[in-house]
């Protein structure tokens, strides 16, 4: 049987922020990639690299000041780091997606709906206004907006959060995506909602058989939506696995950070542990490893050793000289 290529593969990806105050080292060396029908979940705090991975995908990052140093972003087999923004154009919306965190600075103020939705299905598809009107009805009805006829006059300030949201997501979808990168898609709504959405987001993924990035802090909505998960700290991928291993066996001290953080349901009143430190300057970075500032378990080496991302199991990449050294510990063990 042959293995299924990937339909995105990311390798050793820089991109740099060159500001006068120094580099600001935002991605530096991701390594990944998803297949078809797949939900990749990319993890950490604000500040570490999720957000510009994404942008850097699609061409997005601003320039000057930023740029994408070193790597390849290899989508369909073509590398998306040496295509023009006039060929990205054809791309962006059409074969890769993206939903925004937050849909009022995605959303045009002051177009309807309707111009905005049908204005980005005809920049991609052969289709008539009409045909592309009857497409944007179809769209807002299948992400659940009531009465879509109706509410293509609406402007974007005339839904509620959640509404936007879900509009966004139907803009997204309008091309019928390979891939859909969604960046804090919940972050700004309520539980429930939050629910309704992530629910949408695995119906749209069966019925269209899609790819999806799941850029978030949350834990609980990758425990719901992702097949594999990347923990990121200080543009470094730190940790790569399954979710369900992941949350059985995590290693790396910041993901055992993250995951102590999360609230339990227990009888005990409990204080939630906290990551003491804060993010480093990613103009500035330490020498070593990256987390050792912060950690609990930093040796002497992690001071000046910037590990690796290495296997230590099957489909379990992890960027810790701790595991490192306590397996060569048991190796020499009698």
Do not use: W
């Not at 995105?8 to 990806?13: A, C, I, Y």
């Not at 054809?90 to 002051?110: A, C, H, Y």
């Not at 993010?279 to 050793?305: N, Q, W, Y």
């Not at 992890?318 to 490192?324: A, D, G, N, S, T």
């Amino acid at each position: 049987m042959v293995k299924e290529s990937p339909l995105l593969k990311v390798s050793n990806l820089h991109t740099h922020f060159f500001t006068k105050s120094g580099v600001v080292k935002a991605v530096d060396g991701v390594d990944f990639d998803i297949n078809p029908g797949e939900t990749l979940g990319i993890v950490g705090e604000s500040g570490s690299g999720k957000s510009i991975t994404a942008m850097s995908i699609l061409g997005l990052v601003p320039s000057p000041p930023g740029k994408i140093v070193n790597g390849e972003v290899l989508f369909k087999g073509e590398n998306l780091v040496t295509k023009t923004d006039k060929q990205m154009r054809k791309i962006r919306g059409k074969e890769i997606s993206m939903v925004f965190q937050d849909p009022m600075t995605s959303l045009n103020p002051v177009f309807t709906v309707e111009k905005q939705m049908v204005e980005t299905i005809l920049a991609h598809e052969n289709m008539s206004k009409k045909q592309a009107k009857e497409r944007t009805i179809e769209l807002l009805d299948l992400v659940g907006i009531p009465d879509p006829q109706k509410r293509l006059k609406n402007y974007p300030h005339e839904f509620s959060g959640g509404m936007r949201q879900r509009v966004m997501i139907a803009m997204a979808l309008s091309c019928n995506p390979s891939l859909l990168i969604a960046d804090e898609p919940t972050t700004a709504l309520d539980v429930t909602i939050q629910a309704q959405i992530l629910e949408l987001f695995k119906k749209m993924q069966k019925e269209l058989d899609m790819a999806i990035i799941m850029i978030t802090h949350d834990l609980g909505v990758v425990s719901e939506v992702c097949d594999r998960v990347m923990v990121m700290y200080a543009g470094k991928p730190v940790e790569f696995t399954d979710t369900a291993n992941l949350f059985d066996d995590g290693k790396h001290p910041y993901t055992l950070g993250l995951m102590n953080s999360i609230p339990k349901i227990t009888t005990d009143k409990q204080k939630l542990e906290a990551i003491d430190g804060v993010p480093p300057d990613l103009r500035a970075l330490p020498k070593g490893c990256s987390f050792a500032p912060r950690c609990k378990h930093v040796m002497e080496s992690c001071l000046t050793i910037d590990p690796g991302l290495k296997a230590i199991d099957d489909n379990h990449l992890v960027r810790c000289l701790l595991y490192e050294e306590s397996e060569s510990k048991k190796a020499v063990t009698p």
